[in-house]
């Protein structure tokens, strides 16, 4: 149950981040619906450039991302066997 309102929560804000970014008579769900695999590689090229340009810190912010999500689930994990 908690994943599945995390996974809301992360839905919404990507979409509120693009809706922010992207005109409003932009429909892009639309889009990527009727065009997947252009939408694909669009974000490919974009992740290829974002990555060429902001490499190291994206890896920064990735890997301290996935350290603090690891630990949060070790704890709740041995959380769950102690108690």
């Known amino acids: 149950m908690e994943d599945f309102v995390l996974d809301e929560v992360r839905h919404s804000t990507v979409d509120d ?7 409003e008579e932009l429909d892009w ?3 990527v619906r009727t065009y997947p695999i252009p939408a694909v590689l669009l974000a490919a090229l974009g992740g290829f450039l974002l990555g060429r340009s902001h490499g190291p810190a994206v890896v920064a912010a990735v890997s301290s991302f ?6 949060k689930n070790v704890s709740d994990a041995l959380g769950r066997e102690i108690g």
């Open 17 to 23: 981040l693009l809706d922010e970014l992207l005109p």
């Open 29 to 31: 769900q639309r889009l």
């Open 66 to 71: 996935a350290a603090v999500e690891v630990s």
